[in-house]
């Protein structure tokens, strides 16, 4: 093996051993002059327990030293919105599935002051008695359309929009917005009020799995994003084996792009532009 060859292999042996897989991707991106770096891991290593998206958002909006408005659509048991209302922010938790709410609440989000639970669904147009549908693979699931064969009908729920609602509660503005509704999270940004305010930051689900049988793509929701002023990084995980289990990570990187996998699912992390240099830097992308 030449010296230059043998140094080179020496330098990657020790950014590995240091600083990790990543690390060393990062360093190649560098070397090579690549303009759109993508951090991404191979799929037997995966990362799950690291990536939290919400966590991001929670830092690059220095929401521990601020007060500001959350609004979360499809809230689940409440893992998302937690460290924002322990943090002191306002709170809106938006959970449609009666046994979902059920436990949002006995996890103590019922009893703060500051989170404020609806059980109501949200999309771009309010209507009463939808079917919400559940399944017994998970959860996470739960939502106002059947896109598993094990899902069933179990309850009936009123829908209503980001305008309607900001109108009850007379708010002008909100900071973070994450959306998780197995497959609405377009429509519930369709009924956002945006001449009126516009969050600082987005969080939202794509899987086209679930979507296109709606009448929307991953590109469609990505694209209504820009078209709203955002700057995106998508956050890729791989296509979902089974749900109800440990899920497998697998890049971030910017938007436009196009998918690893066309099976894949993941989030995509929306900011106006300030906050975009802290997005980058934080999801490894500089």
């Known amino acids: 093996m030449s010296f230059p060859v043998l140094r ?6 020790a950014i590995l051993r240091q600083d990790g897989a990543e ?3 990062r360093a190649i991106v560098r070397k090579l002059g690549l303009s759109r770096p993508t951090v991404s891991i191979p799929g037997g290593l995966s990362k799950s327990n690291n990536i939290n998206e919400a966590n991001i958002i929670f830092e690059i909006l220095d929401a521990a030293s601020r007060h500001g408005v959350m609004v979360d659509v499809g809230a689940h048991y409440g893992g998302t919105l937690g460290r ?3 943090a002191g922010w306002q709170v809106y938790a938006f959970e ?3 046994k979902n709410r059920e436990r949002l609440v006995e996890q103590g989000f019922g009893n703060m002051p500051n989170v404020h639970v609806d059980a109501r669904g949200l999309a771009d147009k309010p209507s009463t008695g939808i079917p919400l549908y559940r399944s017994e693979e998970s959860t996470g699931v739960s939502g106002l359309s059947a896109f598993l064969p094990t899902h069933m009908e179990s309850e009936t729920v009123d829908v209503t929009t980001l305008e309607i609602f900001s109108d009850e509660h007379d708010f002008r503005a909100i900071d973070f917005l994450k959306v998780d509704t197995e497959g609405f999270d377009l429509f519930v940004l369709q009924g956002v009020p945006w001449e009126r305010f516009e969050p600082q930051a987005v969080l939202c689900e794509f899987e086209d799995r679930k979507t296109v049988s709606l009448g ?9 994003l820009e078209q709203k002023g955002y700057r995106l990084v998508v956050s890729e ?3 979902i084996k089974r749900y109800g289990i440990t899920h497998d990570w697998r890049r971030f990187t910017p938007y436009p792009c196009e998918l690893e996998d066309p099976n894949a699912w993941g989030n995509i992390l929306a900011v106006k532009e300030p ?6 830097k934080t999801c490894n992308l500089t």
Not at 8 to 13: D, E, L, N, P, Y
Not at 216 to 224: I, P, Q, T, V
Not at 275 to 280: E, F, M, Q, V
């Open 8 to 13: 080179i292999v020496r330098t990657a042996g």
């Open 23 to 25: 690390a060393l991707m």
């Open 84 to 86: 924002f209302a322990h």
């Open 96 to 98: 449609p599935d009666s």
């Open 216 to 224: 929307y793509s991953f590109h469609d929701l990505a694209g209504y």
């Open 237 to 239: 995980w791989y296509p």
């Open 275 to 280: 906050l975009y240099k802290a997005l980058l």
